[in-house]
Structures are given as structure tokens and as C-alpha cells.
């Protein structure tokens, strides 16, 4: 059986930082690109950034970049998402996926909110 935990989540000001932490068990990693995607209030589902299952590349929305990066912590074996000079709109439930052809797995989410 197939399970994603997200972690990491919480309250900050406007300003600090956050890391996010997706463990996954009963898959292997190599075999998914894996991403971030989070959902604001009364918004959209988007996605963020993701890592590519081959060749390993990473991608980073516009929204986000230069102040979020993805990687793999081969140490605690997640992925995770390192989120800093947070804004109000960064607040949203943020979840983990893991993907490949025909097959889409989905984190049960974590809340970030940043306060102004």
C-alpha cells in the first residue's frame, strides 16, 4: 500500500521560512516525478515545483522561484520543499504527489499560513 505524508507545515510572518517534508513508503522514489502543489482558499490547485523521475531535473514555478527549492533528503527519505521569504500569498494547504504513466498519488496536505 502506497502512503505520502506531508509534514512541515505552520504559521510564520510574512518573511520567514518553512522546510516541507513529503515521506513516501511502499514506492520507489526513482520511479515518480514527485512535486509540490498547494491550494489557496477559494483558489485553484497549482503546482509549484517537481522534481523529474529521469533525468532528476527540477522545475519551479514563477510564483516561487527564487525562494522555494525542491530536493531529496536521501538521509530521512523524502522530499522536501524549502520555502523562504514567505508572503501572505504563499498560504495555502500544500500537498505532495507522486506521479508516473497512468498512476497519481496524492499527500493528505499541510497548512502553511503566513501572517502579514
Known amino acids: 500500500e502506497v502512503q505520502l505524508q506531508a509534514s512541515g507545515g505552520g504559521l510564520v510572518q510574512t518573511g520567514g521560512s518553512l522546510r516541507l517534508s513529503c515521506a513516501a513508503s511502499?514506492?520507489?522514489?526513482?520511479?515518480?516525478?514527485i512535486a509540490w502543489f498547494r491550494q489557496a482558499p477559494g483558489k485553484e490547485r497549482e503546482g509549484i515545483s517537481c522534481?523529474?523521475?529521469?533525468?532528476?531535473?527540477?522545475d519551479v514555478a514563477d510564483s516561487v522561484k527564487g525562494r522555494f527549492t525542491i530536493f531529496r533528503d536521501t538521509a530521512k527519505n523524502t522530499v522536501d520543499l524549502q520555502m523562504n521569504s514567505l508572503k501572505p500569498e504563499d498560504t495555502a494547504v500544500y500537498y505532495c504527489?507522486?506521479?508516473?504513466?497512468?498512476?497519481?498519488?496524492w499527500g493528505q496536505g499541510t497548512l502553511v499560513t503566513v501572517s502579514s
Open positions: 511502499g514506492l520507489t522514489f526513482d520511479d515518480y516525478s
Open positions: 504527489n507522486f506521479r508516473r504513466t497512468r498512476i497519481d498519488y
Open positions: 522534481i523529474y523521475s529521469r533525468p532528476g531535473s527540477t
